[in-house]
């Protein structure tokens, strides 16, 4: 499972998850932070990612759309990163059932 996390989440995240997300990265960290949301969503597609965000954008797509890419979104207000880094490591069972779940789209976080 690699995780590809929107621009609203940091980018230094990434390093602290990469044992239970291996190949996981952020959109500046692929020179992407011009990229909009259609741009985002089909480079997800198109390498395998999931996407993490904390804004409804991509939950909108993945209804209007389905999967792949398949959206986690983390329901959790701004948080520092240690937090983020803390929530995503919590939920990495939630996260593998969801990624091997066909009938899924979106996996809401409330945290």
């Given at each position: 499972m690699k995780l590809l996390l929107d621009e609203n989440l940091s980018r230094r995240v990434i390093p602290a998850?990469?044992?239970a997300y291996p190949e996981s990265s952020q959109i500046a960290l692929?020179?992407?932070d011009a990229?909009?949301?259609r741009q985002v969503w089909?480079?997800?597609q198109q390498n395998g990612y999931i996407l993490v965000?904390?804004?409804s954008d991509f939950h909108e797509m993945s209804v209007l759309y389905g999967h792949p890419p398949k959206v986690i979104w983390l329901k959790?207000?701004?948080q520092p990163r240690r937090r983020?880094?803390?929530i995503l490591l919590s939920i990495t069972e939630e996260v593998q059932a969801f990624a091997c779940n066909p009938e899924l789209s979106c996996l809401e976080i409330y945290a």
């Open positions: 998850i990469l044992d692929l020179g992407m990229a909009n949301d089909a480079y997800a965000t904390q804004d959790c207000g701004n983020i880094v803390d």
